[in-house]
């Protein structure tokens, strides 16, 4: 069975830092597609950052130099490292995960995923 579990959410001010971590049961220690997603209240659940198997790493335009995924694969944890945090950060935010490859169906930015976590609030005040 397939458990994701995040944490490390909160409050911080503009320009504050947050790592989220993401720590995943019930997958190979390295799975062939992880992610993030956050979803503020009233939108869609957005594509924030993901990382295939091969390292290569995908982030949405509105987070690249300010976000950073990365896993450790002894540990079987996705993180996601938070700087610069803006008001437009605020978001429930979700880890995700595939055993299979990154499939990014017809033109998708971000891949589709089997497994889901919880979700952790973030919350960024100006």
């Known amino acids: 069975q397939v458990q994701l579990v995040e944490s490390g959410g909160g409050s911080v001010q503009a320009g504050g830092s947050l790592r989220l971590s993401c720590e995943a049961s019930g997958l190979p220690q390295r799975s062939g597609c992880m992610g993030w997603f956050r979803q503020a209240p009233g939108m869609e659940r957005d594509g924030v950052a993901a990382?295939?198997?091969?390292?290569?790493?995908i982030y949405v335009d509105s987070v690249k130099g300010r976000f950073t995924i990365s896993q450790d694969n002894a540990k079987n944890t996705l993180y996601l490292q938070m700087n610069s945090l803006k008001p437009e950060d605020t978001a429930m935010y979700y880890c995700?995960?595939?055993?299979?490859?990154?499939?990014?169906?017809?033109?998708?930015?971000?891949?589709?995923?089997?497994?889901w976590g919880q979700g952790t609030q973030v919350t960024v005040s100006s």
């Open positions: 990382l295939e198997i091969d390292g290569t790493t």
């Open positions: 995700a995960a595939d055993t299979a490859a990154c499939d990014y169906g017809l033109g998708s930015q971000f891949p589709f995923f089997s497994y």
